[in-house]
């Protein structure tokens, strides 16, 4: 799969493109979107799609991919700020909310593969949170906790 340009800005080719391609696969879906109204959103030809991402099929988990490493940006840069343990779990959910009630291109994304059977979205996603470093950050927080008596540690 095409890397996702990170140092990208927000006018660049592929961000217009991953921002078309989000909206189109939330209203097709994966099967139903098509790669020329990508295109046509996102202003450019479908040769600069293919070009940046080969397939379709690797655009869809681009877009995902994408999605998902901004949440896991502001995910790393929450845990590592809060102090206890209660906080952090705070800051995440809190994140979450706030990352779901203002993508609603991704939330319906997000429902159509979970009711998919053989979805991959699940492995994409624990691969881009995994990689990001988040939960070793708080594996090492909750350790921290017990340590200093704060937590029980049934709970790891």
Do not use: C, W
Request: net charge positive; charged share 25%.
């Amino acid at each position: 799969m095409h890397k996702i340009n990170k140092t990208a800005d927000k006018n660049s080719t592929q961000t217009k493109i991953l921002n078309a391609a989000i909206r189109e696969f939330a209203e097709y879906g994966k099967a139903g979107a098509r790669v020329d109204r990508i295109a046509k959103q996102a202003g450019v030809n479908k040769a600069m799609i293919y070009y940046h991402f080969n397939s379709k099929e690797n655009l869809y988990y681009a877009s995902i991919t994408d999605h998902f490493s901004r949440i896991a940006t502001i995910l790393k840069q929450r845990v590592s700020y809060e102090k206890t343990i209660e906080e952090i779990i705070g800051g995440v959910v809190g994140t979450y909310i706030q990352i779901f009630s203002t993508s609603p291109y991704f939330r319906k994304i997000l429902l159509r593969e979970l009711a998919e059977e053989n979805s991959q979205i699940i492995i994409k996603i624990a691969e881009v949170i995994s990689q990001s470093g988040v939960p070793n950050i708080l594996y090492n927080k909750l350790l921290s906790e017990m340590e200093h008596g704060r937590d029980r540690k049934s709970v790891v």
